[in-house]
T-cell receptor, first 110, second 114 residues
Framework: GQNIDQPTEMTATEGAIVQINCTYQTSGFNGLFWYQQHAGEAPTFLSYNVLDGLEEKGRFSSFLSRSKGYSYLLLKELQMKDSASYLCACPTSYGNKLVFGAGTILRVKS | DVKVTQSSRYLVKRTGEKVFLECVQDMDHENMFWYRQDPGLGLRLIYFSYDVKMKEKGDIPEGYSVSREKKERFSLILESASTNQTSMYLC?????????????FGPGTRLLVL
C-alpha cells in the first residue's frame, strides 16, 4: 500500500521562508508531485521530482530523498497569496494513478 | 494551456435523486479521473479511465458509476444521492507518457445533498 504524511497546518510570516515536509511509503517509486490549492479552487501543479536533490523554480523549490522516503517544498520570500493548501502526491505502480496526502494548509500572516 | 472544465461549480440535490457530473478536457488526454475532497481526508480517487469506454475503480467507488463514451468527456453518476456524498468533486486528466504524468484539474463541483 501507499501512505503519505504531511503536517496539517503551518503559519509563517510574509517575506520569510517556509519548508513543508512530506514523508511517503510506497510499493515502488515513480516520482513525487507537489500541488498548490487555493481555497475553493482546483489544485495546480507545482513540481515533480523523480531523482534525489533539490529542484528550484523561482521562489519555490522541491527536494527529494528516495532513500529516506522524504520530500519537502521550500517557499522563499513568502507572499500573502501563498496562503493555500499544499498537496504531496505519489504515483502508484500503475503510474497514472496518484495517491495524495491530506494536504498542508499554509497561512501567511503580515 | 490545458483546460479541464466541469459542468457545474455548485449543485444542490435531494436524497435519492440521480446526479450527473460532467467533465470535459481539451488536451486529447487518455487518462481521466474523478476524486472527492473532504476536509482532513484529502483527495480520494473514485474512478478513473485510461481510454474510451474503459473504467477502473479507485479507492472509494461505492455509490458511484462513470461513463466515458468520448475521449474528451468523463461523467460521474450518483445513482441515488445520499447525504454522505456531500463533498467537493474534482475531475482531472493526464497524458499517458509512461513517465511524468502530470494531472490537470478542473475547478471542482461543490455538491450538497439534502
Amino acid at each position: 500500500g501507499q501512505n503519505i504524511d504531511q503536517p496539517t497546518e503551518m503559519t509563517a510570516t510574509e517575506g520569510a521562508i517556509v519548508q513543508i515536509n512530506c514523508t511517503y511509503q510506497t510499493s515502488g517509486f515513480n516520482g513525487l508531485f507537489w500541488y498548490q490549492q487555493h481555497a475553493g479552487e482546483a489544485p495546480t501543479f507545482l513540481s515533480y521530482n523523480v531523482l534525489d536533490g533539490l529542484e528550484e523554480k523561482g521562489r519555490f523549490s522541491s527536494f527529494l530523498s528516495r532513500s529516506k522516503g522524504y520530500s519537502y517544498l521550500l517557499l522563499k520570500e513568502l507572499q500573502m497569496k501563498d496562503s493555500a493548501s499544499y498537496l504531496c502526491a505519489c504515483p502508484t505502480s500503475y503510474g497514472n494513478k496518484l495517491v495524495f496526502g491530506a494536504g498542508t494548509i499554509l497561512r501567511v500572516k503580515s | 494551456d490545458v483546460k479541464v472544465t466541469q459542468s457545474s461549480r455548485y449543485l444542490v440535490k435531494r436524497t435519492g435523486e440521480k446526479v450527473f457530473l460532467e467533465c470535459v478536457q481539451d488536451m486529447d488526454h487518455e487518462n481521466m479521473f474523478w476524486y472527492r475532497q473532504d476536509p482532513g481526508l484529502g483527495l480520494r480517487l473514485i474512478y478513473f479511465s485510461y481510454d474510451v469506454k474503459m473504467k477502473e475503480k479507485g479507492d472509494i467507488p461505492e455509490g458511484y458509476s462513470v461513463s466515458r463514451e468520448k475521449k474528451e468527456r468523463f461523467s460521474l453518476i450518483l445513482e441515488s444521492a445520499s447525504t454522505n456524498q456531500t463533498s467537493m468533486y474534482l475531475c482531472a486528466s493526464s497524458q499517458r507518457t509512461g513517465g511524468q504524468e502530470t494531472q490537470y484539474f478542473g475547478p471542482g463541483t461543490r455538491l450538497l445533498v439534502l
